[in-house]
């Protein structure tokens, strides 16, 4: 079982920066793959950005170039670091785990961001 906890959301103006981070914890050999999700209000749960264990990315074409998704696996933990955030960046971000064992993976709570105009 994994447990992930994240933290590092709130309210921020546009323009502005937030780094999230999302540290798992239970019983596991090793944390697959990582990511982020987010959740506006009314729409569909979306991938932002996720990370292999090796460290390959891949980005959401809405934040290319304005977030990034780091990990460190001594601490199986992950971060995002979001620049020049936008309102439509509003919503519950999620982090996403899995393992070899556990394909489907875990979720974390949710941590809100609201992006002011």
């Known amino acids: 079982q994994v447990r992930l906890v994240e933290s590092g959301g709130g309210l921020v103006q546009a323009g502005g920066s937030l780094r999230l981070s999302c540290a798992a914890s239970?019983?596991?050999?090793?944390?697959?793959?990582m990511g982020w999700y987010r959740q506006a209000p009314g729409k569909q749960r979306e991938l932002v950005a996720d990370i292999t264990s090796s460290g390959r990315t891949n980005y959401a074409d809405s934040v290319k170039g304005r977030f990034t998704i780091s990990r460190d696996n001594a601490k199986n933990t992950e971060y995002l670091q979001m620049n020049s955030l936008k309102p439509e960046d509003t919503g519950v971000y999620y982090c996403?785990?899995?393992?070899?064992?556990?394909?489907?993976?875990?979720w974390g709570q949710g941590t809100q961001i609201t992006v002011s105009s």
């Open positions: 239970g019983r596991f050999l090793s944390i697959n793959q």
């Open positions: 996403y785990a899995n393992t070899l064992i556990n394909t489907a993976g875990y």
